[in-house]
C-alpha cells in the first residue's frame, strides 16, 4: 500500500518494507553495456521511470504515461553550419556549466576520449576551484587507454587519479559489487 520513490536506488534501500534481493536477469546486460535499458534495474522489485514518462498516482492506482519523444522533426531548417555548431557549444558549455553547482570538490571521468575531454574542458572554463579528473587503466595494455587520460588531464592542468585494475582485480571486485 505504499509507493517510494528517489532519484537514486541507494536511498531505496533505506525503506525497511523492501528488500534488495538482486535481479539476476539484469546483471548480464549491466556488465556488457554499463547500464540496463527499459525499466528494469539491478533489483528485484525496483523499477526505473523512463525518460520522458510520467507517473501518476491517485486513487491508489498507478498509471504511466509518455509526454515527450525525442523523435526527430518532420523537417529541420535551413541552418548556416557556423551558426548550428557555435550553437551546439554554446549549449554543452551551459550544460556542463549548470552541473558544476556544489559545495563539495568537483571531478570529471575523463578517459580520453571527445565526449569526457569536451566535459572536462568546459568544466575547467567554468569552475574556479581545482578539478579533479579521474579514469580507469588496466594492466592488460591491450585494455589500457589511460595514457589518453592523462594527456588529457595535462592539457586542462587537473589534479588527475587513475584508478588501475587487473582482471583478476575486476573478476575479484564482482560479487560485492
Known amino acids: ?14 525503506v525497511p518494507a523492501l528488500s534488495a534481493r538482486p ?28 525518460p520522458g514518462h510520467l507517473l501518476i498516482c491517485e486513487d ?21 553550419e557556423a551558426v ?19 559545495d563539495v570538490p568537483l571531478g570529471t571521468f575523463c ?5 569526457s575531454g569536451l566535459t572536462t574542458a568546459f568544466a ?4 574556479n576551484a581545482e578539478l579533479n579528473t579521474f579514469s580507469i587503466g588496466f594492466r592488460e595494455p591491450e585494455w589500457d587507454e589511460s595514457r589518453y587520460a592523462t594527456m588529457m588531464a595535462d592539457r586542462f592542468k587537473t589534479n588527475h587519479h587513475v584508478i588501475r585494475i587487473d582482471k583478476v582485480k575486476y573478476a575479484d571486485a564482482l560479487p560485492m559489487l
Not at 1 to 14: M, N, P, Q, T
Not at 111 to 115: E, H, K, L, N, R
Open 1 to 14: 500500500g505504499a509507493l517510494h520513490f528517489s532519484s537514486e536506488i541507494k536511498s531505496l534501500l533505506e
Open 23 to 50: 535481479n539476476h536477469r539484469a546483471f548480464e546486460e549491466q556488465l556488457i553495456f554499463r547500464y540496463i535499458a527499459g525499466e528494469d534495474s539491478l533489483f528485484e522489485g525496483i523499477s526505473k521511470l523512463l
Open 60 to 80: 491508489r492506482s498507478i498509471r504511466v504515461t509518455k509526454y515527450w519523444d525525442a523523435a526527430p522533426p518532420e523537417s529541420y531548417e535551413d541552418t548556416d
Open 84 to 102: 548550428a555548431l557555435e550553437e551546439l557549444e554554446e549549449r554543452l558549455r551551459d550544460s556542463v556549466k549548470y552541473r558544476l553547482m556544489s
Open 111 to 115: 578517459s580520453g576520449g571527445v565526449d
Open 124 to 127: 575547467k572554463d567554468h569552475h
